[in-house]
Nanobody, 115 residues
């Protein structure tokens, strides 16, 4: 059974930081493209960052220079370090694993940036 379990969300003030984690089980993690998506109320889901098996990384423009995606293949975990958070970063953040037509999602973790 495939599971992606996110953690690390919460309430933070503008300018603050959070580190999201996504622990994967039931897949050959090192072979999967891993991504973080977010969905704010009333908006479409947005791709935030991706990291490929060999480490190639992409970010949406709005988070470049503030967010860092990384992966630990020994721990089957992908991370999203979020710094200089803004109110517009408020959303449910979800982890995605994708490879050869297989597509798995975590349940999501809420990130709220507010003073």
């Amino acid at each position: 059974q495939v599971q992606l379990v996110e953690s690390g969300g919460g309430l933070v003030q503008p300018g603050g930081s959070l580190r999201l984690s996504c622990a994967a089980s039931g897949i050959a993690f090192r072979l999967y493209n891993m991504g973080w998506y977010r969905q704010a109320p009333g908006k479409q889901r947005e791709l935030v960052a991706t990291i490929l098996p060999f480490g190639e990384i992409t970010y949406v423009d709005s988070v470049k220079g503030r967010f860092t995606i990384s992966r630990d293949n020994a721990e089957n975990t992908v991370y999203l370090q979020m710094n200089s958070l803004k109110p517009e970063d408020t959303a449910v953040y979800s982890c995605n694993a994708r490879s050869y037509g297989e597509d798995y999602w975590g349940q999501g973790t809420q990130v709220t940036v507010s003073s």
